[in-house]
């Protein structure tokens, strides 16, 4: 098993930044991929950028040239460090571990970022 904690969230104003933190523990060996996602009131849980073992990073067209996520091995933590943010930003933010032998993969708990003024 995997298990995933989340860090980092917080309330701030538009234009300002935030860094997440997801510290994973557990199963380590079995991850291939790391993720963060959000979900908004109301809406579908969508994935914001994601980083495989590999170091190969994927983002969220929403997401690209504001966000950077990146990883620390030695602490099996990633981050997310979030620049520029807008209201629209504005959900709970959720770490995923994909693994081997698990389609579902394991979540983090969730962080909740809210920008406004």
């Known amino acids: 098993q995997v298990q995933l904690v989340e860090s980092g969230g917080g309330l701030v104003q538009p234009g300002g930044s935030l860094r997440l933190s997801c510290a994973a523990s557990?199963?380590?060996?079995?991850?291939?991929?790391r993720g963060w996602y959000r979900q908004a009131p109301g809406k579908q849980r969508e994935l914001v950028a994601a980083?495989?073992?590999?170091?190969?990073?994927n983002y969220a067209d929403s997401a690209k040239g504001r966000f950077t996520i990146s990883r620390d091995s030695a602490r099996n933590t990633v981050y997310l460090q979030m620049n520029s943010l807008k209201p629209e930003d504005t959900a709970v933010y959720y770490c995923?571990?994909?693994?081997?032998?698990?389609?579902?993969?394991?979540w983090g708990q969730g962080t909740q970022v809210t920008v406004s003024s």
């Open positions: 995923k571990a994909d693994v081997i032998n698990r389609r579902a993969g394991y």
């Open positions: 557990g199963t380590i060996s079995s991850i291939y991929a």
């Open positions: 980083i495989t073992s590999g170091g190969t990073t």
